[in-house]
């Protein structure tokens, strides 16, 4: 399993060489979204709006963080499941965006996209919501502030930890439940 | 009639909100511990580092553990020869958390269920209150991440299914649910009781101390059968494989209905916040 550290915007030469299991130290700016702003994202794509952000080579981070005490950028800023964004990403995907980050499984219409549109998958590790922040160095709110810890946000990392739990190859990190053992 | 203020309980309470949502559990850091010690697999042992990391950092920076405050949780004893005085109990109990939530720099998940507009403070709180004998008043307080909660489910089996029935439901559950809910998890499964009932028993054991053994030794037996069923799926600390998939199994019995076998499995993620005070 490989290091790699790279940095946003990510192209097609940063994917392709991404097997399962890699370990990537992401730089640059990520951006935060979960299920309302996903929401909102594609209320303004079907009405042939602008984005907030250019999802050209971006990478989009399933996070809602904790309010910013005083003295940091952000507060804890873990990632939240996956699944829940299941339903939007192959249209990102399609249009540029080129990495999610999250926690949890994908469903098949995304890892097709992936495999299509050359994407990656990383997993952040669930739960250590406060060490992650450690990596972000700065955080803006550019869209739907109204959304609180939902709202979109550009946020600056620096070597950001990620395991690629899908590769653009069909590739894939998380082990099948043993159920023959079990029961 | 002892007397309590309505002051202390919200003060006891916002203390309370902030100190579970910073400071990990003794008995949850010792069995995260304990797994790191047990883990062979080099991915497992450098998520449970992590999570110890996390665990340090939070409590010297006072920032949250996990982003996901949770919705809070609470079971709330009140003795019969007490007397809350100046007000409302359940009334203090929210202020306590809409306290607690907002000095804590703590992350207000609570929502309206269809328009998803944000209550902006963290409450409503879910209250659970019990009455019992004594001059007491103990509160104890969980903050539920959703993304386990999600996880959790409710099913009325057949009497005729019985204890195989319930095992293959539960494994099924916590396999289906593989890497979403944070593993390693705490499995609470309430039995018996009616649809409802059962899923309080379920998150009434996760209330319990993770070291703990079950008073009945049936049903302790029960409990370690399961655990470690459910560690032999191989799941691992955030579904990269390992030998720990759950920190423990919690089974909370009460009798049902003639027809009936409900059952409830609540999943709790590692980030396993739990606190508790007596007034
Ligand atoms: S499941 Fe638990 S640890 Fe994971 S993100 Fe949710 S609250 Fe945090």
Redesign the interface.
């Known amino acids: 399993m490989a290091e790699y550290t790279l940095t946003t915007p990510l192209t097609d030469v940063d994917t392709i060489q991404l097997k399962a299991g890699d370990v990537v130290f992401l730089n640059g700016i990520i951006y935060s979204a979960r299920?309302?702003a996903h929401k909102k994202l594609f209320e303004l794509l079907d009405s042939g709006k602008e984005l907030p952000f250019d999802l050209e080579g971006s990478a989009i981070y399933y996070?809602?963080?904790?309010?910013?005490?005083p003295g940091?950028p952000i507060?804890?800023?873990?990632p939240?499941?996956s699944?829940r964004m299941d339903s939007f990403a192959p249209r990102l995907h399609s249009l540029g965006m080129k990495a999610s980050i999250g926690?949890?499984?994908r469903s098949d219409e995304v890892k097709a996209a992936m495999k299509e549109f050359k994407g990656v998958y990383f997993?952040a590790?669930?739960?250590?919501?406060?060490?992650l922040?450690?990596s972000i160095v700065e955080s803006t709110v550019i869209a739907f502030d109204e959304?609180?810890?939902?709202a979109v946000r550009a946020m600056k990392v620096k070597d950001f930890p990620l395991?690629v739990i899908n590769d653009c190859h069909g590739g894939e990190?998380?082990?099948k439940?043993?159920?023959d053992?079990?029961? | 009639m002892k007397e309590i203020q309505v002051m202390d309980v919200m003060e006891a309470v916002g203390k309370m909100c902030i100190k579970a949502n910073t400071e990990l559990p003794q008995d949850v850091r010792n069995k995260l511990e304990q797994a790191m010690a047990e883990e062979t697999s080099s991915s497992a042992k450098e998520v449970l580092r992590q999570l110890l990391e996390n665990a340090d950092l939070a409590m010297e920076t006072k920032l949250p553990l996990c982003q996901d405050c949770g919705l809070a949780v609470f079971f709330v004893e009140v003795g019969d020869d007490i007397k809350v005085v100046g007000g409302n109990l359940r009334e203090a109990i929210n202020e306590g958390v809409r306290k607690g939530y907002a000095e804590g720099y703590l992350r207000k998940s609570a929502c309206d269920p269809l328009t998803r507009v944000n209550t902006g403070d963290g409450t409503p709180a879910v209250v659970h209150f019990d009455l019992v004998p004594g001059d007491k008043l103990k509160i104890v307080f969980m903050p539920k991440g959703g993304g386990a909660e999600n996880m959790s489910r409710v099913t009325m089996l057949a009497p005729a299914q019985g204890w195989e029935g319930i095992k293959n439901f539960v494994i099924n559950r916590v396999a289906e649910a593989g890497p979403n809910p944070c593993p390693p998890t705490v499995i609470g499964i309430g039995i018996g009781g009616t649809f409802e009932h059962s899923a309080k028993l379920a998150k009434k054991s996760l209330m319990r101390n993770l070291e703990d053994t079950h008073s009945d030794p049936e049903i302790a037996a029960r409990e370690k059968e399961l655990e470690e069923a459910l560690n032999a799926l191989g799941i691992g600390p955030m579904g990269l494989g390992g030998k720990t998939t759950v920190l423990g199994v919690k089974i909370n019995m009460e009798p049902c209905h003639l027809a009936s076998l409900p059952l409830a499995v609540n999943v709790q993620c590692h980030s396993q916040r739990h606190e508790e005070v007596v007034l």
């Open positions: 299920d309302a996070v809602g963080p904790s309010p910013a005490p940091r507060g804890s800023a873990g939240t499941t699944y926690k949890g499984k997993g590790t669930g739960g250590a919501g406060a060490l922040s450690n959304l609180g810890p939902e395991l990190l998380y082990v439940p043993k159920l053992t079990a029961e």
